[in-house]
């Protein structure tokens, strides 16, 4: 048989949960701190990649769909259109495909379109 000794507890519900003044000095400004760094983590999280399933990070985003749209005649004999999200001259290629097949392993290229002679 073991003799624990447990504390006398108080008859007041409230008297164990009492901050003192000392413990919210500390208590805030570590909860404000914890709350405006989650804050901020998500954010940066939230920048760094696209909501899932999307491909395009950063072309019109403000539009609700991307439409280009290009008459045969003003073509000329060649057109290369990016097909990968990440050219800077969208909806034209220049090239950032590359860069992001090395990156990811992807094996996305452009789409050309061209006279047959050209
Ligand atoms: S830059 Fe996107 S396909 Fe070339």
Redesign the pocket.
């Known amino acids: 048989m073991s003799h624990l000794s447990v504390p006398p507890m108080s008859a007041s519900p409230s008297s164990g949960c009492r901050l003192s003044k000392d413990h919210l000095i500390v208590a805030v400004p570590v909860a404000v701190v914890a709350a405006v760094g989650g804050f901020l983590v998500s954010q940066y999280l939230n920048r760094r990649s696209c909501k899932k399933g999307q491909v395009n990070a950063s072309v019109c985003k403000d539009s609700p769909k991307v439409v280009h749209s290009f008459d045969m005649e003003d073509i000329g004999t060649k057109a290369?259109y990016?097909?990968?999200?990440?050219?800077k001259k969208f909806p034209l290629?220049?090239?950032?495909?590359t860069k992001?097949n090395e990156e990811t392993g992807d094996n996305?290229?452009?789409l050309i379109i061209k006279k047959k002679n050209a």
């Open positions: 290369v990016c097909r990968c999200w990440k050219s290629c220049d090239g950032a495909h992001h996305v290229g452009p």
